[in-house]
T-cell receptor
Framework: KQEVTQIPAALSVPEGENLVLNCSFT??????LQWFRQDPGKGLTSLLL?????REQTSGRLNASLDKSSGRSTLYIAASQPGDSATYLC??????????FGAGTTVTVRA | GAGVSQSPRYKVAKRGQDVALRCDPI?????LFWYQQALGQGPEFLTY????????KSGLPSDRFFAERPEGSVSTLKIQRTQQEDSAVYLC????????????FGPGTRLTVT
């Protein structure tokens, strides 16, 4: 069974600092990896999706890397803003259709 | 266009009651998924439909949980004789095809069993 771990569980930074969120997974036979954002009481918003053949994806201030062989992904958020405060979830899709999620990293950006 | 919608957004049930949670996927999406998210945890897979066929129900916690999608569009997750451990957020997601890379999530239904 795929196990997904996210470290740290929580992170608090001052505005303007760069954020580094880590995700590790146990089975490297993945189809893709996706980073989501979840605001309190809300559903999941997809941020970035990296196919298994890709090494990274970028969108604006967000950059996600994927090292499939070592079972790791990192989400970088540059120049953090208070509006970036949320829980960030990493999800891995295997060769079927199921997503396996980590428990998330809760980020607080202090103004 | 419209995203995935779920109703009700919040449900409080007394232990032992039956509940029904509804999911309206994005129009034309073939695949539909249900996930359960306990407090402080990531979502866990419950079940998967391709059109009206339930192809995988391996994540359903017990036989009190039942899901259906009779016309290949709207889906209902039913929980019979609710227990306190059923308290969670129930998320629905849809994707265009089984092979499609991205699943689109609804806002979830928060179920509280008292």
């Amino acid at each position: 069974k795929q196990e997904v771990t996210q470290i740290p569980a929580a992170l608090s930074v001052p505005e303007g600092e760069n954020l580094v969120l880590n995700c590790s997974f146990t089975d490297s036979a993945i189809y893709n990896l996706q980073w989501f954002r979840q605001d309190p009481g809300k559903g999941l918003t997809s941020l970035l999706l990296i196919q298994s053949s890709q090494r990274e994806q970028t969108s604006g201030r967000l950059n996600a890397s994927l090292d499939k062989s070592s079972g790791r992904s990192t989400l970088y958020i540059a120049a953090s803003q208070p509006g970036d405060s949320a829980t960030y979830l990493c999800a891995v899709r295997g060769n079927d259709y199921k997503l396996s999620f980590g428990a998330g990293t809760t980020v607080t950006v202090r103004a | 266009g419209a995203g995935v919608s779920q109703s009700p957004r919040y449900k409080v049930a007394k232990r032992g009651q039956d509940v029904a949670l509804r999911c309206d996927p994005i129009s034309g999406h073939v695949s539909l998924f249900w996930y359960q998210q306990a407090l402080g945890q990531g979502p866990e897979f419950l079940t998967y439909f391709q059109n009206e066929a339930q192809l995988d129900k391996s994540g359903l916690p017990s036989d009190r949980f039942f899901a259906e999608r009779p016309e290949g569009s709207v889906s209902t997750l039913k929980i019979q004789r609710t227990q306190q451990e059923d308290s969670a957020v129930y998320l629905c997601a849809s994707s265009l095809t089984q092979g499609a890379a991205e699943q689109y999530f609804g806002p979830g239904t928060r179920l509280t069993v008292t």
